[in-house]
């Protein structure tokens, strides 16, 4: 194996470095979760995965990197959720991506409130991380964009997109208030504010 290829194998993560990885985010999720950023302490993360702080910084390099890292990973979920591949932008495949929007949110809700900043505003995401929302976002806006163009619909396609957002992540936002009727369908009732978004569209 020549220096180069000696190299590559060396930058290429081990399942070993990924699993610790991803111990490190699953620690710091749920104490980000039940405690904001503020909880988000190297030895408190390190604590929680069963690492060493060492192992924190040479993974991540510390605390933003821990926190970058759940923030590209959240956007990256949003991405995912909205991603319909080569699918047709029908009516029933812009809910259907809205519902995968919605479910995300409530599966992973400590990156939800992350990326959204509801906890903790003391996190300044770097560049890399803030890429990562623009591409949701883009993401959000080509499937609003393409429903309205092909039914020809006049309308603001950012002002449309930013319509819809709003309503599903009210919703979501609302259900995570500390007075929120925890035994609403919380989903389905977002789900539904998003079909009469786009009813209104017509």
Known sequence: MNTQENAKAQARPTKRTEASREKILAAASELFLNGGVSALSVRA????????TIGIYSHFNGKQGVLDALYIEGFNKVYKA????????????????????????????????LIFGESDTSYE????????GDRAFKKLVHN????????????DKLKASLDLWAVMHGYVSISHHARANEKLPWAKMALDAAKVQLNSWK
């Not at 964009?145 to 020809?152: K, M, V």
């Open 45 to 52: 993360i390190a604590k929680h995965a069963g690492l060493s």
């Open 82 to 113: 909205m991603d319909l591949g080569d699918a047709p932008l029908t009516y029933d495949n812009v809910v259907k991506s809205c519902k995968n929007y919605l479910q995300m949110a409530y599966q992973h809700e400590a990156h939800y409130r």
């Open 144 to 155: 609003s964009s393409c429903y309205i163009a092909t039914n020809n619909l006049q309308l």
């Open 125 to 132: 995401p770097s560049a890399e991380a803030r890429e990562a």
